[in-house]
């Protein structure tokens, strides 16, 4: 299944140019994150997109500006905290015409203007979303905007998170992973990637996939944010939300057993596996 998607993707015309595999727009960041808007948007650049902009708190530019080379980086307004502010909503909204996918959370904190931002822009920008971390936070509560949707939504929880927005126990989610996945799937029409060993991915349609790659040492801080770029640059490089997630979880997890194989599974951290995902995509094609 994982090879027959990846060869959905892999084939690059010589006429083509950077605008031919889509352009990811990632809105992360806050003053205590600043290592979770470069991790996303640099996932999804070395997974193969065209073209990557991060929007993030204006305040915090000249610091992601120093780390990051390739990827664009769009400051926004933002709070006395130093997260997004409901001020930044409009130039979001008019930026995202230009982007083919959108990934929302890594490390936006939960400011509840910010949490509120969040509910705006995946309920007013009709791109496909990728939403992870403090964005699945700012849904607990009103996952029913999810069910008026009609561009697509992937959500990654954890355990955790999944616990705060559907408030069953994480022990409970744990002990009927697929069950959980599948039925808020189907409920909400949204592409669910319950995240842990084994990570689940259940789409509305009923389809699944249980992927078998990956480590105990990928229990690291920024792990989850590489994942989330992986997959928003697989759906604007044309794979369906679905597809996008079976073969981001894959290779996320591949380039994490490949980075273990080399430092062992104690002192991996998410850099390590921005490093090997250009290996991990060469061994499938």
């Avoid at 070395?46 to 993030?56: A, D, N």
């Amino acid at each position: 299944m994982i090879e027959k998607i990846y060869k959905k993707m892999a084939s690059r015309k010589a006429s083509s140019h950077k605008g031919s595999y889509g352009h990811v727009f990632v809105i992360a960041g806050s003053a205590s994150y600043t290592g979770a808007p470069y991790l996303a948007s640099q996932a999804a650049l070395i997974s193969g997109s065209g073209l990557v902009t991060l929007g993030l708190p204006k305040s915090l530019h000249p610091i992601l500006a120093k780390k990051l080379i390739e990827v664009m980086i769009k400051p926004l307004p933002e709070t006395e905290a130093q997260t997004l502010s409901l001020g930044a909503a409009r130039e979001i909204i008019n930026f995202s015409k230009k982007a083919d996918v959108v990934a929302v959370g890594p490390g936006l904190s939960l400011n509840p203007l910010t949490k509120k931002l969040v509910l705006n822009l995946i309920r007013d920008i009709p791109k496909p979303f990728v939403v992870d971390a403090d964005g699945i936070s700012a849904l607990a509560g009103h996952c029913d905007i999810l069910k008026r949707l009609r561009h697509p939504v992937v959500l990654t929880p954890h355990p955790g998170e999944m616990s705060n927005i559907i408030g069953k126990s994480a022990a409970f989610i744990q002990k009927n992973r697929k069950k959980v996945a599948h039925v808020f799937a189907k409920e909400y029409n949204v592409v669910l990637v319950l995240k842990g060993h084994r990570t689940v991915v259940a789409s509305p349609d009923g389809k699944s996939y249980l992927n078998k790659t990956g480590n105990p040492g990928m229990a690291s801080g920024g792990v989850g944010d590489v994942l989330t770029g992986v997959i928003a640059s697989f759906i604007g490089q044309g794979l369906s939300p679905f597809e996008a997630s079976a073969l981001g979880v894959y290779v996320h997890g591949l380039a994490g057993d490949l980075a273990a194989g080399e430092k062992g599974q104690l002192s991996l951290i998410a850099t390590d596996l921005l490093n090997k995902i250009p290996e991990a995509l060469k061994a499938l094609g």
